[in-house]
């Protein structure tokens, strides 16, 4: 029998690696931008069109290539970066692999101009599938151009696996600031089909921060400084009353490359430990700067896990670190982060000692015992009053957490309700009180009888799907109405979050939001859902934001059905609220006047019940 064993060509070999090394265009992004900080680059411009699905497109001011090296730059294995297998263990650079621009080209059309400084003209190559199609000399600036145009042209298969321009831009954005991020001594822009959505000069690192995440986030920033003979440590933590429901604001880099370590988040998860509601996550924005030969980068393709030598020390200095730095912001409150001039600041907290934070949070407390009468006689989402509910419980769990900014939603809460016209409650109907069928179980279950047996409801689902099912209702017939606010409510995201807000605007607009701005900066809400009390509303959009960001909403997405989901998820009565017996009876009234009464509207039993003879036969 005849060798049946082969080499693979090149460009087969080339496809089979850019298969791990480019999976989106975030990929290619990623890749680019830190080309173009290994040459030293100190303004990067990356130009993007539909997502990256038609052009990505990187230009930096670096170093540049020769005719030669512009050439063997697409050639596998093919590196400036390390020489020996030594120079892996004492890595400055991003890259060193020589894969990605061998990958790159093997999957797209590639144009690459570059020029050294010392040099009058530049080259320009042209290759598509790994295919060199054209080469010459051009004028063109010093440094580096490559764009990147019809990525996976010859791989259907990977064309169309890839998500909605929504969400590839959402990893560019990722990447990008991931980058942006690492290094605040360059210039980054970054254009998205024509518009600008990111121009940053050469800055400080609060101000870089400050740039990508929003203005607003000066005021979350707790310094956090440490070095040691194995670790420095540089950046900030957020305070905790700014934590996100998402983990989308936690960076940690090291030697200026972001990485993923589940271990380091743990270490700060637990100097925050006992200041963040459950469910919530800190953020950060943390450089760790080690000796390179410390660590090894080599593990993944992509390069965001690296394996440490003495992660033990790493994880108890890190954790030591930020828990001073909170205890710090807990006894020096008065540092006024809101000025401008207090960007670079230094936090003195090495002479002082650190004192744990404390979170009041009210437990017991019980918005039905002392409701005044104009707060239970809010109007409600078309849904007899429940709503006054959730404001209160929310309020309570943000006892001396509410932040005391101009536009806090709680000082308002008040004027508003006093302009609501006041509609007699159901619940002042006395006569109900007196035929009770149900009870509370738990301040979590609602139990009531039925013909055959018992009832027992979760309180919490039943109330989800009820306000689901009339969200879902106003915004497909468009008939909402809105409840104007008496000063406009200003909400401060990130570009990318107001993104979704904006993708949602329609939507939002037909349960009643009414918004007079819309910018890179946030969003100015002047008229929010009836019923819906305003402190409620920047809660509704961050869990808002959030769901869409974990959902990856894509092709069979439906924006309506997300945002009532959000909805009824942010507004429905929690566990643990008490409700008298007209309440049961309404919850229960309206959970059986829905459509689709026995699951919640993410698909989990709302009741159950058990018949009497199931009844009976535990008595036996
Ligand atoms: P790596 O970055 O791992 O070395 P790449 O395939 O990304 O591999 O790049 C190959 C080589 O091409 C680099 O080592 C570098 O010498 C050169 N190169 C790539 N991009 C640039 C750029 N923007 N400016 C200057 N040189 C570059
Ligand atoms: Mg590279």
Known sequence: MSDIIQLLPDHVANQIAAGEVVQRPASVVKELLENAIDANATE????????????????????????????????????????????LFQLNTKGFRGEALASIAAIAHVELKT?????????????????????????????????????????????NFLKSDTVELRHITDEFHRVALAHPNIAFAFYHNGSDLFNVP??????????????????????????????????????????????????????????????????????????????????????????????????????????????????????????????????APILDFEQQSSFDTPYDYKNKSAAAPSIEVDRSFNPFSDVSPERSAKPSYNNGGFKSAPAASWESMYVGLESKGNNSPSDFSEVTFESDPKNESIFSDSTIETTK????????????????????????RAHQRILYENFLKHITIQEATSQQLLFPLQLHY??????????????????????????????????????????????ILEQLISDVENDVPDTNFSASDLLAKSMAKSLAI?????????????????????KEPNVSPTNRPTFITMAVDDIEKKFM
């Open 115 to 159: 020029k050294l400084d010392r040099e009058d003209l530049g080259t320009v190559l042209v290759i598509e599938g790994s295919e060199v199609k054209s080469q010459d000399v051009s004028v063109t600036p010093t440094g580096t151009s490559v764009s990147v145009k019809h990525l996976f042209f010859n791989i259907p298969a990977r064309r």
């Open 202 to 331: 050469q800055e400080n690192y609060r101000q870089r921060v400050v740039h990508i995440f929003g203005t607003k986030t000066n005021e979350k920033l707790v310094p956090v400084e440490e070095e040691t003979e194995v670790l420095k440590i540089s950046g900030f933590v957020g305070k905790p009353e700014y934590s996100k429901k998402t983990k989308s604001e936690q960076y940690f880099f090291v030697n200026q490359r972001f990485i993923k370590s589940p271990y380091l988040n743990h270490a700060i998860k637990s100097a925050f430990e006992g200041l963040l509601k459950d469910g919530y996550h800190p953020s950060y924005f943390l450089n760790l700067t080690v000796d390179p030969k410390s660590i090894d980068i080599n593990i993944h393709p992509t390069k965001t896990e690296i394996k440490f030598d003495d992660e033990h020390t790493l994880y108890a200095i890190l954790r030591s670190a930020v828990k001073h730095s909170l205890g710090q912001f807990n006894i």
């Open 44 to 87: 990067i411009k990356l130009i993007v069109k539909d997502a990256g699905k038609t052009l990505v497109q990187v230009i930096d001011n670096g170093k540049g290539m020769s005719v030669t090296d512009a050439r063997l730059s697409f050639e596998r294995h093919a590196t400036s970066k390390i020489r020996t297998a030594e120079d």
């Open 437 to 460: 069928t149900t009870f509370q179980l738990q301040q979590k279950y609602i139990v009531s009888t039925i013909k055959s047996g018992m009832l027992v409801i979760d309180q919490n």
């Open 574 to 594: 929690k566990n643990g609220q008490s409700l008298n017996s007209t309440e049961q009876e309404h919850m229960v009234n309206s959970l059986f006047a829905c």
């Open 494 to 539: 990130t570009p990318s979050e107001t993104k979704i807000i904006e993708d949602l605007k329609a939507n939002l607009e037909h349960t009643g939001f009414v918004f007079s701005e819309l910018n890179t900066d946030g969003i100015v809400i002047t008229g929010v859902p009836v019923g819906v009390p305003e402190s409620e509303v920047s809660i």
